[in-house]
């Protein structure tokens, strides 16, 4: 369970992420990606910067608290929070660890958004697989088999993505 500092930090990010939308920015990201999910309509450089800052208030945050913050954005289907979960964990690479997989699956799971899956793939998990050292890799390879072997069309994608960059 996440602590309260943590739950206060993803309130922040959702704050200023809807602070900083726009409804015109939130029809074409409708548009262009599809429903299924909420969207706020704020940019990648206003998510960014929200991450910048409060990662700046939050300096001592460690592996439990990067993935414990990354599910409290993802738990909200808004994909600007999506979004920043994504980039949170993509700027903290050298903190994850093989059994993060089992948490960025259940992510790619829940994407709704093929697009998403794929920022994630591209971004979080092809990078993480690759940083593994002998012992884990043949795991990680083993989980990114089967999901490509599977039925789910997000899954077998991300693993599309991840294999075409190992």
Do not use: K
């Amino acid at each position: 369970m996440a602590s309260q500092h943590l739950r206060d930090a993803a309130d922040a990010i959702d704050e200023a992420l809807q602070y900083e939308s726009s409804w015109q920015r939130a029809e074409d990201h409708r548009a262009r990606f599809g429903d299924g999910i909420e969207y706020y309509g704020a940019s990648v450089g206003a998510i960014r910067a929200t991450l910048r800052d409060t990662l700046r208030r939050y300096p001592a945050l460690v592996h439990d608290d990067i993935t414990a913050l990354s599910s409290l954005l993802w738990s909200t289907p808004v994909y600007e929070r999506r979004l920043a979960a994504i980039i949170l964990l993509q700027g903290n690479l050298s903190v994850l660890v093989a059994s993060d997989l089992t948490r960025l699956e259940g992510f790619l799971r829940s994407s709704i958004l093929p697009d998403i899956a794929e920022g994630l793939a591209h971004d979080v998990i092809g990078p993480l697989v690759r940083s593994l050292d002998a012992r884990d890799r043949p795991r990680a390879d083993t989980v990114v088999a089967r999901w490509a072997r599977g039925d789910e069309p997000l899954l077998s994608r991300a693993a599309a993505v991840v294999d075409a960059r190992s």
